[in-house]
């Protein structure tokens, strides 16, 4: 439909961002292998996934009415998504700050790569690694170093209790392990 035909009081449509945000002027910390993660995705978003949907896109448009054409319109679709996280990715790591935690010298206190095993006061030990915003995966036990459970955790050493504030109130968590993955 041509622009000439909308309404001045419809929203533009905002693209949504693909990931995480991060607080207001805090550093986008990354391990190594999160970097990895994300060249990985963003070389597989351009080699693979970008070329097969324009391909589609191109049979698409060369079968005829495109208006009444769902391969066509799911494929452009589909390629201002892959578009849209390429960008997101290529921003992310432009201001990436990439960190090795096994150059982390005090391995006796909590600080950004670590992996702590703990007990809540439902004496349930719990094992997370502090990694970046952009590679947190809570099903692997990574999370961000801007989450709560991470901002209760950092700097704290074996055996500290820490407070950690939750939606059903505070509760204490006692630090039981701290490790540093070597490589």
Known sequence: MSKAFTKETEPEEVEPDDGPSLPRGAKNYITLAGLARLQA???HLNSVERPKIVEAVSWAAGNGDRSENGD???GKKKLREIDRRIRFLLKRME???PVD?????NREQ???GAT?????????ERTVRIVGVDEARL???EVSWVSPIAKALMQRRI???AKLHTPQGVIDIEVLEIAYQDS
């Open 159 to 161: 055996g500290d209790i």
């Open 110 to 112: 909590i600080f950004f």
């Open 139 to 141: 099903e692997e036990g």
């Open 116 to 124: 702590v095993t703990y007990c809540a006061d439902d004496d349930n």
């Open 72 to 74: 066509y319109i799911y």
């Open 101 to 105: 935690p096994v150059l982390q010298t």
């Open 95 to 97: 201001i990436a700050e």
């Open 41 to 43: 995705e963003l070389k």
